[in-house]
C-alpha cells in the first residue's frame, strides 16, 4: 500500500509517483483508493464542511465530507451532473472526540465504503455505496496541494490519499525495530513469525497466532511516541503508536485502580519527558502480535499489550475490511474484553503523579 499524499489546513504534499503499482499520471482517475481525514466535531449545532472541492473543467464535478448537527456524516460525490450523496449516521454522541473518516473506493470491483472510527477507542461504522467511482488524480493534488481550491475545517487535524482500500479496525502499534522477547530471546517484532513463541511478563510462553501490519500516515493518532530508557522498566528506547497500550501493575495500581494490573494508552504518558512525540518520515508502518488471550508481550523489559480484535470474526463485513481480512476466520481467537482496565486521561495523570511523588 502506498501513500500518494498529506495534507493539513496549512497545505501539503502528492506524489503520484509513490503510487506501489507504478506511476499515476496527472489527468487519469484512481481506480482504487482512499481518502482519509482525522478531525474534532463540533460540539452543539454547528454544521462543519469537514471537506470540500469543487472544479469546472474538463467537466463539471465537486466532492464535499460534511457533519450535520443531527449526528451524522454527508458525502455528495458528482461528476457532471450526476451528483451522488451518502449519509453515515454518526454514534458518537461526545462530539469533542477525534474521529476519522476514510472513503474507499473499488472502481473495477464496482464498490465504495464510507466509515467513520471514534479513534479512541477505536469504534468503527460503515456504509457500502454501490458503483462507487474513482476519484481523478488532479482533483486529489489539488486537494492536497493547493489550499485555494479547497475549503477544509480548521478542526481537520490531517487528510491522506491512498491508492489502496485501507483497512479499518483494529489497529497495531509497534515500530518495525521494537524487541519483542521471545523464548529464543529478544527479536524485532517485524522478524517475529506466525508459531514463534513470545514471552509475557510473568514469563508465560505464548504462540503466535499472527502478525499484522499496516503503514499509516505520521500524523494525529498515528504519529508515534518514543517511550524513553529509564522509565516503564524500559532499558532501551522504543518507538510506539499512540493507541499502543502500557501494562502497569504494582500496589498503587491495586490501592488506586482495585486491580492487578491497568493498561495505559502511550498518548496518556506523553509528558516530553518519559515520553514525547517522535519525528520522522512522513509515513510509519506498525506491526502488532495476536496472540490466543490477549496476553501482554515484553518489549525491551516493558509490559505491552498484545492486539485486541474483540469478536470481530463474529461479525463478517468488519473481518473483510480489516487488517485481518485474509487470514483463516476459524483459528481467529476471540477476546471478550480487554485483559486489563483501560485507563482514561485523567486516570493516567493521576497514576504517573503518584509514581513520581
Excluded at 32 to 58: D, I, K, S, V, Y
Excluded at 285 to 311: K, M, N
Amino acid at each position: 500500500m502506498a501513500w500518494l499524499g498529506v495534507t493539513d489546513c496549512g497545505g501539503g504534499w502528492f506524489s503520484p509517483g509513490a503510487s506501489a503499482g507504478g506511476v499515476v499520471h496527472p489527468g487519469t482517475l484512481l481506480p482504487r483508493g482512499t481518502l482519509m481525514l482525522e478531525a474534532r466535531l463540533a460540539p452543539g449545532n454547528r454544521p462543519q464542511t469537514l471537506l470540500a472541492f469543487e472544479r469546472a473543467h474538463p467537466w463539471p464535478g465537486r466532492f464535499s465530507l460534511q457533519a450535520l448537527p443531527g449526528g451524522s456524516v454527508v458525502m455528495v460525490e458528482a461528476q457532471g451532473n450526476d451528483p451522488r450523496s451518502t449519509v453515515l449516521p454518526c454514534p458518537y454522541e461526545d462530539r469533542t472526540d477525534i474521529v476519522r473518516l476514510s472513503y474507499s473506493w473499488d472502481g473495477p470491483a464496482r464498490y465504495g465504503r464510507l466509515t467513520i472510527e471514534r479513534t479512541h477507542p477505536g469504534h468503527t461504522h460503515s456504509v457500502t455505496l454501490p458503483a462507487a467511482r474513482p476519484m481523478a488524480v488532479d482533483d486529489l493534488q489539488a486537494i492536497m496541494c493547493h489550499p485555494g481550491r479547497r475549503e477544509m475545517d480548521t478542526e481537520v487535524i490531517f487528510a491522506a490519499i491512498s491508492d489502496r482500500v485501507e483497512p479499518v479496525g483494529p489497529m497495531p502499534g509497534l515500530t518495525a525495530q521494537t524487541p519483542v522477547m521471545t523464548h529464543l530471546g529478544e527479536k524485532p517484532v517485524s522478524r517475529i513469525r506466525r508459531g514463534d513463541v513470545v514471552l509475557t511478563d510473568t514469563g508465560e510462553g505464548v504462540p503466535v497466532l499472527q502478525v499484522v501490519r499496516r503503514t499509516v500516515p505520521a500524523r494525529g493518532s498515528f504519529r508515534p511516541i518514543r517511550l524513553r530508557a529509564g522509565y516503564f522498566g524500559l532499558r532501551r528506547d522504543i518507538v510506539v503508536a499512540p493507541c499502543q497500550k502500557l501494562v502497569m501493575r504494582g500496589s498503587q495500581v491495586e490501592y488506586m485502580f482495585g486491580s492487578e494490573a491497568v493498561l495505559v494508552p502511550a498518548r496518556h504518558l506523553v509528558n516530553n519527558v518519559a515520553a514525547r512525540w517522535a519525528n520522522g518520515p512522513e509515513t510509519v508502518c506498525y506491526y502488532q502480535l495476536l496472540l490466543p488471550g490477549h496476553e501482554t508481550v515484553t518489549a525491551a523489559g516493558c509490559a505491552l499489550a498484545s492486539l485486541f480484535i474483540g469478536r470481530i470474526r463474529r461479525k463478517p463485513d468488519d473481518l473483510a475490511a480489516s487488517v485481518l481480512a485474509g487470514f483463516e476466520r476459524a483459528r481467529l481467537p476471540e477476546h471478550a474484553q480487554p485483559a486489563w482496565p483501560v485507563l482514561k486521561p485523567f486516570e493516567a495523570v493521576t497514576l504517573a503523579a503518584e509514581r513520581a511523588a
